[in-house]
């Protein structure tokens, strides 16, 4: 079974505003990385927090990330028609274990 | 740019046929990873590769799936005897060798239609 579940499951919002998804996981983690897809193309990294870091920002991007309440969230700000995509959260542990949530699908109208 | 790139890109085949998609890392990555991704669902692990050492293999992969990667470089994912099940996308990342968990860079993916 996969360990991120991301939430909501698709989020529609107008460009401009800003959009949170939320991430959750079930065990001890190295890491937490955010990735986008557009749709039915590969997989671009977008950020990467570790497990002793809280915040972590990249240009139009903020990640959080709560080891105590395994939650991670992704804010992007002043939305674009072009950040429609569905995002993935991916956790790493101290192993080769990559894990996957069901992903995101956010939809910005112009 | 030398990114993961794959190929082919589309692959439509009969039920019963095998299949073979092919995988060619960044050059300096000793890290290879194939996943399986379905229509609005987030990747699933398959395999994964250190150098030409195959270390780990998930559930899903059935006998009839096979990967190698030779010579550390490219890598080759194989599906015999072909099942409608089997439609999907089919993503490769490589990784640096910093370490584990370290981001993976993703090829744009295989598509695979079995009719």
């Known amino acids: 079974s996969q360990q991120g579940e991301e939430d909501p499951q698709a989020l529609s919002i107008q460009e401009g505003e800003n959009a949170t998804m939320n991430c959750s996981y079930k065990?001890?983690?190295?890491?937490l990385q955010w990735y986008r897809q557009n749709s039915g193309r590969g997989l671009v990294h977008l950020i990467l927090?570790?497990?002793?870091?809280r915040e972590k920002h990249s240009g139009r991007l903020r990640v959080t990330l709560d080891t105590s309440k395994k939650s991670s969230s992704l804010l992007i700000t002043a939305s674009r028609a072009a950040d429609t995509a569905s995002y993935f959260c991916a956790t790493a542990d101290y192993g080769q274990n990559f894990v996957f949530g069901p992903g995101t699908r956010l939809s910005v109208l112009p | 740019d030398t990114g993961v790139s794959q190929n082919p890109r589309h692959k439509i085949t009969k039920r019963g046929q095998n299949v073979t998609f092919r995988c060619d890392p960044i050059s300096e990555h000793n890290r290879l990873y194939w996943y399986r991704q379905t229509l609005g669902q987030g990747p699933e692990f398959l395999t994964y590769?250190?150098?030409?050492?195959?270390?780990?293999k998930s559930r899903l992969l059935s006998d009839r799936f096979s990967a190698e990667r030779p010579k550390g470089s490219f890598s080759t994912l194989e599906i015999q005897r072909t099942e409608q099940g089997d439609s999907a996308m089919y993503l490769c990342?490589?990784?640096?060798?910093?370490?584990?968990?370290?981001?993976?860079?993703f090829g744009p993916g295989t598509r695979l239609l079995v009719l």
């Open positions: 590769f250190q150098n030409e050492a195959q270390l780990e």
């Open positions: 990342a490589s990784s640096s060798p910093q370490g584990p968990g370290e981001t993976q860079y």
């Open positions: 065990t001890s983690i190295n890491n």
């Open positions: 927090i570790r497990s002793n870091e």
